[in-house]
C-alpha cells in the first residue's frame, strides 16, 4: 500500500524533534492525536477499486513475464540437447536468439515493475487523489479540533503504546462521507483504557 506515510513524515520528525527538545514535561501540554491511515484506507470503495485493478494489471503482466522466461527455458534446454549437433554458425545463431529473448524479457519486465516504470505510474495515477484526499481531511480535523500533532499509527513510527481514545481514524472517515465499520474495534491493540498521552484540552 503504498501510503501517506511519506507526506507524514514531516509532520513525524518535527513531533520527535519536540519531544526531544522540549522533554516531556513541556510536551505534555501539547494536543496529540493519531490516525490508523491503512484502516482509513482498507474502508475506502474507491481505494478498494483502485487497488483491485491494480492488482489485476500487476497480475496480467507477471503472467507475460513469466511465459517470456517459460520460452527462453525451453529454448536453452532444447539448445543443449542439440548442440552436439549443431556447427559454430548454428551455435552462434541460437545463443544470439537466447540471450535476445532474455534481453527483452528483462526490458519488459523493467517497463512494467521497475521504479517509474507502468505500475508505479498507475498506481500515482490512481492511488494518489485518495491520499490526498485523506491528508486533506486529517488536516481538517486537525485545524477543526486544535491539534498540535496528529501521527500515523500504521506508519514507520513505532507507537509503542496507542490509546483508543486519541484514535481520530473514524473522523477522518466521517469527514471524507464514510461510515465506518466495525472493522476498527477488531483492529485495536487491546490496550487498557486510560494511558500517557497527555489529556486533551
Do not use: C, H
Request: charged share 35%.
Amino acid at each position: 500500500m503504498n501510503k501517506i506515510v511519506a507526506t507524514l513524515k514531516p509532520l513525524k520528525i518535527v513531533a520527535i524533534a519536540m519531544f526531544l527538545l522540549l522533554g516531556v514535561g513541556q510536551a505534555s501540554a501539547q494536543k496529540f492525536a493519531y490516525v490508523d491511515t491503512e484502516y482509513i484506507l482498507s474502508q475506502l470503495p474507491d481505494y478498494k477499486s483502485a487497488q483491485k485493478q491494480l492488482d489485476e494489471l500487476s497480475e496480467k503482466w507477471q503472467k507475460e513475464v513469466d511465459a517470456m522466461y517459460t520460452e527462453i527455458d525451453k529454448l536453452y534446454k532444447n539448445y543443449q540437447a542439440e548442440e552436439v549437433l549443431l556447427n559454430n554458425e548454428q551455435k552462434k545463431q541460437r545463443q544470439e536468439e537466447i540471450i535476445a529473448k532474455e534481453k527483452a524479457a528483462k526490458k519488459f519486465q523493467q517497463e512494467k515493475f521497475g521504479f517509474e516504470g507502468e505500475l508505479f505510474k498507475k498506481r500515482e495515477q490512481l492511488i494518489k487523489p485518495i491520499q490526498d484526499r485523506v491528508f486533506d481531511a486529517i488536516q481538517t480535523i486537525a485545524k477543526r479540533e486544535d491539534f498540535d500533532f496528529i501521527f500515523d499509527k500504521s506508519g514507520d513510527m513505532i507507537m509503542l503504546f496507542s490509546n483508543a481514545r486519541y484514535d481520530k481514524s473514524d473522523d477522518v472517515l466521517e469527514e471524507l462521507g464514510i461510515t465506518p465499520l466495525d472493522e476498527k474495534e477488531k483492529k485495536d491493540d487491546g490496550n487498557p483504557p486510560g494511558g500517557d498521552l497527555p489529556p486533551e484540552d
